[in-house]
C-alpha cells in the first residue's frame, strides 16, 4: 500500500480532513526517528517494536572480481512483529500451502 492509499484509508476510518490526518501520521513518524536516533525502541501494542540495532563492522567479497572490501559498522532499524501480527502471517502462511 502506497502513503497516499493509506492516508486515504485512515481518513476514511477516522472521518477526519486529510490534513488532519497526515500531520498525526507525521508526527507519529517524527517520534519514531526521534527515538530511534537516540537508540531507543518503540513498541506499538498489538502492533509490534521498532528497534535500532548497531550491525558490526565486516569483511565482504565482491564475488565477480574476488576483492574483498571493509564494510563499516552502521545502524539499521529493524522491525519485530507482534504477537497478534505473527500470528495472522502463520495462518495466512498455512492456508497458502
Given amino acids: 500500500m502506497e502513503y497516499k492509499k493509506f492516508i486515504e484509508e ?3 476510518r477516522l472521518g477526519k480532513n486529510r490534513k488532519e490526518v497526515e500531520s498525526s501520521v507525521s ?4 517520534i ?9 525502541s518503540f513498541s506499538i501494542q ?4 521498532f528497534e535500532p540495532r548497531k550491525k558490526a563492522e565486516r569483511i565482504s567479497v565482491n ?3 574476488g576483492k ?3 564494510i563499516p559498522p552502521k545502524i539499521v532499524l529493524t522491525f519485530k ?4 501480527i505473527k500470528n ?10
Fill in 27 to 30: 508526527d507519529m513518524l517524527q
Fill in 68 to 70: 574483498r572490501m571493509l
Fill in 46 to 49: 498489538g502492533f509490534g517494536t
Fill in 63 to 65: 564475488p565477480s572480481t
Fill in 81 to 84: 512483529p507482534g504477537t497478534i
Fill in 88 to 97: 495472522k502471517l502463520r495462518e495466512k502462511s498455512d492456508n497458502e500451502q
Fill in 32 to 40: 519514531v526517528k526521534e527515538r530511534s536516533v537516540l537508540m531507543d
Fill in 10 to 12: 485512515l481518513q476514511r
